[in-house]
């Protein structure tokens, strides 16, 4: 199968400090590459996306990066706040099927 | 909010019980998706569907067993769970042309003794 992996498997920022998660992927061939966002007891919740043509995509308070030369994906999260606490999972499709990497837990600290 | 629901939210059952995880969506989406997830761990594709009367198995091997007889309804089966089946089981759909959104189900959290 494909292979989604995730550096740091925790990571504790300070509120009000910019949250950087990194992730390797294997698959040149996907078309999409997304982060989700797994509160406790709840189902993963899209934050964002990016095309495999792009490389940087902005959206509220998050931008993802792009590196397709290393297979590298990072998701910047700006000002993180405590709701932003939570685990977060970069995944890649190819329209059929979805990959998943093991997640990286963040902690917002007050 | 995603309108994709998930029914029971938790389950404890004995060895041997033959089990259906319900997961309905009122987005009228065509592909839905069932995932394996371990707490803490990825999630892992077990089934997926491309809209009525398809479905496919997917990267996983799972003992479960899948239906789409309607577009919104997409159950899963376990015939004879094992504890083998503890895990969180979470459902989830997106439009045929924007695929790369999923909708995310609550998950049911199964327990099997």
């Known amino acids: 199968g494909e292979s989604v992996g995730l550096h740091l498997p925790t990571l504790s920022v300070q509120e009000g400090d910019n949250s950087i998660i990194n992730c390797a992927y294997s698959?040149?061939?996907?078309?999409?590459f997304i982060w989700y966002k797994q509160e406790s007891g709840k189902g993963p919740q899209f934050i964002i996306d990016?095309?495999?043509?792009?490389d940087k995509r902005q959206g509220q308070r998050v931008t993802v990066l792009l590196n397709k030369t290393v297979k590298h994906l990072s998701l910047q999260i700006a000002a993180t706040q405590p709701g932003d606490s939570a685990v977060y999972f970069c995944?890649?499709?190819?329209?059929?099927?979805?990959?998943f990497g093991s997640g990286t837990k963040l902690n917002v600290k007050p | 909010e995603a309108d994709i629901y998930q029914t029971p939210r938790y389950l404890v059952i004995g060895t041997g019980k033959k089990i259906t995880l319900e997961c309905s969506q009122t987005?009228?989406?065509?592909?839905m998706y069932w995932y394996q997830q371990d707490p803490g761990m990825e999630l892992h594709l077990i089934h997926y569907?491309?809209?009525?009367?398809?479905?496919e198995k997917g990267d996983l091997s799972s003992e479960s067993t899948v239906s789409r007889i309607r577009t919104e309804h997409f159950p899963l089966t376990l015939e004879s769970a094992r504890p083998s089946h503890t895990s969180q089981y979470l459902c989830a759909s997106s439009e045929w042309e924007f695929y790369n959104e999923q909708f995310f189900g609550p998950g049911t959290r199964l327990t099997v003794l």
């Open positions: 698959n040149s061939a996907s078309d999409y």
């Open positions: 987005m009228g989406h065509d592909k």
């Open positions: 569907s491309y809209g009525v009367n398809s479905t």
């Open positions: 995944a890649e499709t190819n329209f059929n099927k979805f990959y």
């Open positions: 990016i095309r495999s043509n792009m």
